[in-house]
Structures are given as C-alpha cells and as structure tokens.
C-alpha cells in the first residue's frame, strides 16, 4: 500500500512538473552557471547614468537623438533630445506615476512611460523593458529566449515580442554592460548606442 501511494505521488508529482516551463530557455556558446553569476551581479545595479544615441526607425516615421537616462532605484529621469524627441521631451517619476514633458507643447501625467510616448510622440519604446535590457538582463516577469556568447553574457534575447542583438559590451567598474543593442519588433526597430556608462548600486 505505501508502494502504491509512493508511485502514485510520484507520477503526480512527475506530471505536474511537466506543465512547468522556465521562464529562461538558454542557448547558444555560454555556460548556465555563469551566466547565473552574472545575471546576479548585474542585478544589483540599481543606479546608473547613461548618455548615448538612440535611433528609431518604422514605416510611418523614423528618427534619432540623443538619449540621456538617470536612475535612482525605482525613481528615472529620461531626456530625449533632437529629431526623436521632436526637439526635447523629458520622463521623471517611476511606475505608476509618470511625468511627460515636451518642449514648446506641454507637462503630461500618467501611469506608464511607454503609453505616454506613444500617445504623444508616436514612438512605442519599451521603457519598462529597457530597465533591464540595457544592463544585458531580461526583463522579469515574462518568458525569455537567450543566446548566450562564449563570456555568458547575453548575445541575443527573445521576450515580449521583441528580438534583441546585443552588439557590443565594455566593461566598467568590474561590470560588463552593453554598449550597442538593437531591438525590433515587426517593422520597428530601435538602435541604442551608449557612450558613457556609469553604472551605481544604491541599495549595498
């Protein structure tokens, strides 16, 4: 009788773990274990300064400009500037409470980063993804594909429908953080050059 409920819990136990997918499917010249360790390094990062190129290109409109990102734990300040930003167009606050500022136009207020660039400016920019993907992380909380290059780093990354090449890392202050990504989905595709990282944890 106990061989019986023990079979009987196991084959439970066997086929209700089958249901369970990860949310990372890794592959690609990269080890698991290191890419463990450095996903959890690099986790930590919880303040940065970040000044690049971000370009954007679609079937209606394209255009680039200079990005300038800060960030303070939950709290970011994002500055676009040039074409892209339509001049200038500046994001404060975090998630769930958002402040939208475009020059010569106005102050807008809402809860995503994303919708309030896309209701304003028309570009659909994945903020709250590209917390993570600029550190070569995905972002929690959905399913992933990562390819992984021969350091364990992320060489290209599947998520949200989105395909993402991570086309270049430096390192700095004993992190390793991308330099050049390029993201598309459908027929937009973003390009995000980063020429200064300054890379902060916060919290230790």
Known sequence: MRLNTLLAVTLLLASGCSTFTPREVLQGQGNAQAW?????QTSQIDGWQISGKLGIRAPQDSGSGTL???QRQD???IRLSGPLGRGAARLT???GAVNLEIANQGRYQGESAQALLG??????LPVSQLHWWIRG???PGSRSQLTLDSDSRLAA??????????LDYRDQHGFSLPQRLKAQRGELQIILVIKDWQARQLGH
């Open 93 to 95: 606050g975090r998630d």
């Open 119 to 124: 209701e304003q400016l028309g570009w659909q």
């Open 137 to 139: 992380l995905p972002a």
């Open 157 to 166: 990354l599947q998520q949200d429908g989105w395909q993402l090449q991570f």
């Open 36 to 40: 463990q360790v450095h996903k959890t």
């Open 75 to 77: 709290y970011f300040d």
């Open 68 to 70: 300038f990102w800060l």
